[in-house]
Protein backbone atom coordinates (compact mmCIF):
# COMPACT_ATOMS: atom_id res chain seq x y z
CA UNK A 1 0.00 0.00 0.00
CA UNK A 2 2.23 3.58 -0.95
CA UNK A 3 1.53 6.07 1.42
CA UNK A 4 2.17 9.59 1.25
CA UNK A 5 2.75 12.15 3.91
CA UNK A 6 1.60 15.94 3.79
CA UNK A 7 0.90 18.86 5.67
CA UNK A 8 3.44 19.57 7.84
CA UNK A 9 5.51 22.45 8.73
CA UNK A 10 6.62 25.16 11.24
CA UNK A 11 3.85 26.67 13.93
CA UNK A 12 4.35 28.31 16.71
CA UNK A 13 3.51 26.95 20.70
CA UNK A 14 -0.20 26.83 20.60
CA UNK A 15 -0.96 26.38 16.96
CA UNK A 16 -2.36 23.56 15.19
CA UNK A 17 -1.58 21.39 12.12
CA UNK A 18 -3.41 18.75 10.10
CA UNK A 19 -1.66 16.13 8.78
CA UNK A 20 -2.42 13.62 5.67
CA UNK A 21 -1.38 10.38 4.51
CA UNK A 22 -2.95 9.38 0.92
CA UNK A 23 -3.52 5.63 0.68
CA UNK A 24 -4.73 5.65 -2.87
CA UNK A 25 -6.16 2.94 -2.10
CA UNK A 26 -9.82 0.77 -1.19
CA UNK A 27 -9.31 1.22 2.48
CA UNK A 28 -10.64 -2.41 3.44
CA UNK A 29 -12.00 -2.95 6.79
CA UNK A 30 -8.38 -5.08 8.02
CA UNK A 31 -6.71 -2.28 8.07
CA UNK A 32 -4.85 -0.69 10.88
CA UNK A 33 -3.63 2.63 10.62
CA UNK A 34 -1.03 4.16 12.84
CA UNK A 35 0.61 7.84 13.02
CA UNK A 36 3.99 7.39 14.81
CA UNK A 37 6.98 10.41 15.30
CA UNK A 38 10.50 10.14 15.61
CA UNK A 39 12.65 13.00 16.76
CA UNK A 40 16.60 12.89 15.77
CA UNK A 41 18.27 10.08 17.30
CA UNK A 42 14.87 8.59 19.05
CA UNK A 43 13.75 5.37 18.62
CA UNK A 44 9.94 6.05 16.19
CA UNK A 45 7.19 6.12 19.01
CA UNK A 46 3.43 5.49 18.19
CA UNK A 47 1.33 8.40 18.25
CA UNK A 48 -2.54 7.35 17.50
CA UNK A 49 -3.62 4.85 15.54
CA UNK A 50 -7.48 3.62 13.58
CA UNK A 51 -8.98 0.65 12.90
CA UNK A 52 -10.12 0.74 9.36
CA UNK A 53 -13.78 -1.33 10.25
CA UNK A 54 -15.13 0.31 12.88
CA UNK A 55 -13.36 3.41 13.20
CA UNK A 56 -12.18 2.33 17.05
CA UNK A 57 -9.25 4.71 17.80
CA UNK A 58 -6.09 4.60 20.29
CA UNK A 59 -3.77 7.17 21.35
CA UNK A 60 -0.39 7.55 23.32
CA UNK A 61 -0.90 9.54 26.54
CA UNK A 62 0.96 12.65 25.16
CA UNK A 63 -1.63 12.69 22.61
CA UNK A 64 -4.40 12.34 24.32
CA UNK A 65 -7.37 14.95 24.06
CA UNK A 66 -4.58 16.74 21.99
CA UNK A 67 -4.63 14.79 18.78
CA UNK A 68 -7.33 12.91 16.57
CA UNK A 69 -6.67 10.92 13.89
CA UNK A 70 -9.27 9.79 11.50
CA UNK A 71 -10.10 8.38 8.01
CA UNK A 72 -11.97 9.32 5.08
CA UNK A 73 -12.65 6.39 3.16
CA UNK A 74 -13.97 8.53 -0.22
CA UNK A 75 -10.86 10.14 0.30
CA UNK A 76 -8.98 7.32 1.11
CA UNK A 77 -7.07 9.09 3.07
CA UNK A 78 -5.65 9.16 6.72
CA UNK A 79 -5.04 12.40 8.99
CA UNK A 80 -3.69 13.04 12.05
CA UNK A 81 -5.62 16.60 13.43
CA UNK A 82 -2.94 18.16 16.09
CA UNK A 83 -3.55 21.24 18.52
CA UNK A 84 -2.63 22.77 21.39
CA UNK A 85 1.35 21.74 19.57
CA UNK A 86 4.43 22.32 22.16
CA UNK A 87 7.91 22.43 21.05
CA UNK A 88 8.13 18.33 22.38
CA UNK A 89 5.77 18.08 19.51
CA UNK A 90 9.24 18.60 16.75
CA UNK A 91 9.20 15.46 15.07
CA UNK A 92 9.48 13.64 11.02
CA UNK A 93 5.48 11.93 11.51
CA UNK A 94 5.19 8.88 9.96
CA UNK A 95 1.81 7.04 8.69
CA UNK A 96 1.95 3.39 8.30
CA UNK A 97 -0.49 0.98 7.40
CA UNK A 98 -1.07 -3.19 8.54
CA UNK A 99 -3.68 -4.27 6.04
CA UNK A 100 -3.92 -8.02 7.17
CA UNK A 101 -5.59 -8.00 11.00
CA UNK A 102 -6.68 -4.86 11.81
CA UNK A 103 -5.47 -2.78 15.18
CA UNK A 104 -8.00 -5.45 17.42
CA UNK A 105 -4.81 -8.32 15.36
CA UNK A 106 -2.63 -6.29 18.14
CA UNK A 107 -4.28 -6.47 21.24
CA UNK A 108 -0.97 -5.39 23.49
CA UNK A 109 -0.36 -2.44 21.80
CA UNK A 110 -3.59 -1.66 19.95
CA UNK A 111 -1.29 -0.45 16.43
CA UNK A 112 0.63 2.05 18.97
CA UNK A 113 3.86 -0.06 18.63
CA UNK A 114 6.22 0.83 15.40
CA UNK A 115 7.70 -2.24 15.42
CA UNK A 116 3.89 -4.19 14.25
CA UNK A 117 4.53 -1.72 11.02
CA UNK A 118 6.30 -2.64 7.68
CA UNK A 119 4.47 -0.31 5.66
CA UNK A 120 5.65 3.30 5.47
CA UNK A 121 5.38 6.46 4.20
CA UNK A 122 8.62 9.11 3.48
CA UNK A 123 7.45 11.47 6.28
CA UNK A 124 6.53 14.92 7.17
CA UNK A 125 8.32 17.45 9.24
CA UNK A 126 6.37 19.12 12.02
CA UNK A 127 8.50 22.21 13.42
CA UNK A 128 6.98 23.68 16.86
CA UNK A 129 8.76 27.12 18.10
CA UNK A 130 8.49 28.59 21.94
Known amino acids: VPLVESGGGAVQAGGSLRLSCLAS????????FTWCLQRPGEKREGVASINGGDGHTSYAHAALGRFTISVDKSEKSLYLQMNSLTPEDNAMYYC????????????????????????WGQGTQVTVSS
Open 96 to 119: AVDPIMGCRGFPHEKGLNPTDFTN
Open 25 to 32: VYISPYFC
